[in-house]
């Protein structure tokens, strides 16, 4: 094991490696019951999805162990779950048999993308500003649908929306574990919104807020409800609105995965000269990986940034990824665990993501209107309009036609004029 993983030329060891990969799943853990829930709200089975996102981590991160030999946890993520049940079920009322279709689809051609190093030139022809406000966005977005899941925020016919009443319980339950958490984060705890959910659970069992679980641990429950359905329900994606669903599930993967492996790999030490070895390998593991979700029931993969907590705490070789992946296997007998995970439990874990998605706010350049005012539009269509899909597609029609009225028409790429004509055909057919 040590000479298949390189332990002593990355000046490493078993112990440091187990405890960086228990450290990364600790601290990314809490997708297991938020991923449940956020699909579970799409009418999906929680059960299900439960099992089929613990699998998913399971296997990406063995694939990234053994393939990439890289110390980095991948699962369902966020981001693209809450544009799978909020923008695409709900919003676009897309079955989310069909949308699963949607989502394999997608995956299969992230992965062919990546073999061929394909994806690589797409995620060079889109603008930084535009790969950080569509991260920010997102976060937006994911942080929103928190404070409505906590009772902060709530319709209101005048103004759309207001402050709820906060002194609700179960708000109020909401707001406590929020605190905990972000006192916790300040505090440098690595797996901060993990431990913010077990508090928020526990102190809504004692106050008779959260029913107490009947059971601790059990056997896995059914895949049945999820398991091969995007497979079956192939044929139904031929329908305009799946082209769009695709199209933002591969943009969000792009740069979303790609950003997180060379994050982490820098902060370990592994970049070369800027690059990142077996890049193809390591990018290659999180586009199988979505294939596999997709089937299994859950929405495509992604790399976590969390994995660098695992980094700092030691992890240097894939190792530690087997380590998180025997993690998310265990962890899969818990799902009597899903009673007490309500909506105030996961809401203040949705609002820390999206503060922490949100930082890329900084990386965009303010003073230069060709870039804020697409990025200001990116990120404030998607929370405004519930929709992932179009913050991203009123940003890369403004971007593009601003560059031109400035007469640096020269420097966008031809592959943002191709998705300037594809969003403009998109908006006048939804009309």
Not at 8 to 25: A, D, W, Y
Not at 99 to 104: D, N
Not at 165 to 184: D, K, R
Not at 384 to 402: D, Q
């Amino acid at each position: 094991m040590e000479q298949y993983f390189g332990f002593s030329e990355k000046n490493t060891n078993f112990k440091k490696e187990s405890i960086g990969g228990i450290t990364t799943f600790m601290a990314m853990s809490y997708i297991l019951f938020v991923n449940a829930a956020i699909l579970s709200d799409a009418g999906m089975d929680e059960g299900a999805v439960f099992v089929a996102t613990g699998l998913t981590a399971a296997i990406s991160c063995i694939i990234m162990a053994l393939w990439a030999n890289y110390p980095i946890g991948l699962a369902p993520g966020m981001g693209l779950n809450a544009f799978f049940a909020y923008t695409v079920v709900i919003g676009m009322e897309i079955p989310w048999e069909t949308a699963l279709a949607g989502f394999l689809v997608a995956g299969v051609i992230f992965l062919l993308m990546t073999l061929t190093g394909l994806r690589e030139k797409v995620i060079d022809a889109i603008p930084p500003q535009l790969k950080d406000a569509t991260v920010a966005g997102i976060g937006l977005f994911i942080a929103f649908i928190g404070l409505q899941n906590a009772g902060v925020v709530a319709g209101d016919e005048e103004t759309l929306l207001t402050l709820s009443n906060i002194t609700s319980p179960s708000t109020m339950l909401a707001l406590f574990g929020l605190i905990v958490t972000a006192i916790m984060l300040v505090r440098g705890v690595n797996a901060a919104i993990f431990f913010g959910m077990i508090i928020t659970a526990v102190a809504g069992v004692i106050t008779g807020l959260i029913p107490f679980p009947s059971q601790v641990v059990s056997t896995l429950p059914s895949l049945a409800p999820t398991f091969g359905v995007a497979i079956t329900e192939l044929p139904s994606i031929l329908q305009p609105e799946i082209f769009t669903v695709v199209f933002t599930v591969l943009f969000v993967n792009f740069f979303d995965a790609t950003g997180t492996i060379i994050a982490v790999a820098k902060k370990a030490g592994f970049l070369q000269e800027d690059k990142l070895p077996r890049a193809k390998q390591a990018l290659g593991a999180d586009a199988i990986a979505s294939v596999v979700g997709s089937i299994l029931g859950t929405s495509n993969t992604n790399s976590y940034i969390e994995s660098a907590s695992g980094v700092a705490a030691g992890a240097r070789t894939g190792f530690a990824s087997l380590v998180t992946a025997g993690c998310f296997l265990l962890f899969l007998f818990l799902s009597p665990l899903l009673e007490v995970v309500t909506d105030a439990v996961t809401a203040p874990a949705l609002i820390i993501v999206g503060v922490l998605m949100a930082s890329s706010l900084g990386s965009i350049k303010w003073d230069k209107m060709e870039y804020a005012i697409p990025a200001f539009i990116t990120v404030i269509a998607m929370p405004l309009t519930y929709s992932i899909a179009n913050g991203l597609a009123l940003g890369f029609i403004a971007y593009p036609i601003l560059k031109i009225v400035k007469g640096e028409y020269k420097d966008i790429h031809p592959i943002m004029y191709l998705l300037l004509v594809i969003f403009i055909a998109y908006f006048i057919w939804l009309a």
